[in-house]
Nanobody, 122 residues
Framework: QVQLVESGRGLVQAGGSLRLSCAAS????????MGWFRQAPGKEREFVAA????????YYADSVKGRFTISRDNAKNTVYLQMNSLKPEDTALYYC???????????????WGQGTQVTVSS
């Protein structure tokens, strides 16, 4: 069992930066791949970024590639999402999730956090 808690919510202007954190409970955190998803009002939850359990493999959605960076610190049971050059279209509720294998597929993730709000003003 893995419990996930996101933090780092905020309101930023377009072009600004924000870092989200996701703290995991449980001794098996380092054996899980981790992902970030987001959901804007009226839209489906979409993949943002994922990282393998050792951090050697990362995936990004095309819409965030070059602007967002996912990383993890297994000693701290935490995964991060550094978001730079933010755009108004990045506004959404951001979720972290855990999966047995690194993947971009939402349904492959077994555990989810409650989400943290990111709002980007123009």
């Amino acid at each position: 069992q893995v419990q996930l808690v996101e933090s780092g919510r905020g309101l930023v202007q377009a072009g600004g930066s924000l870092r989200l954190s996701c703290a995991a409970s449980g001794r098996t955190f380092s054996s899980y791949a981790m992902g970030w998803f987001r959901q804007a009002p009226g839209k489906e939850r979409e993949f943002v970024a994922a990282i393998s359990w050792r951090g050697y493999t990362t995936y990004y959605a095309d819409s965030v590639k070059g602007r967002f960076t996912i990383s993890r610190d297994n000693a701290k049971n935490t995964v991060y999402l550094q978001m730079n050059s933010l755009k108004p279209e990045d506004t959404a509720l951001y979720y972290c999730a855990a999966s047995k294998a690194v993947t971009t597929i939402r349904n492959d993730y077994d555990y989810w956090g409650q989400g943290t709000q990111v709002t980007v003003s123009s």
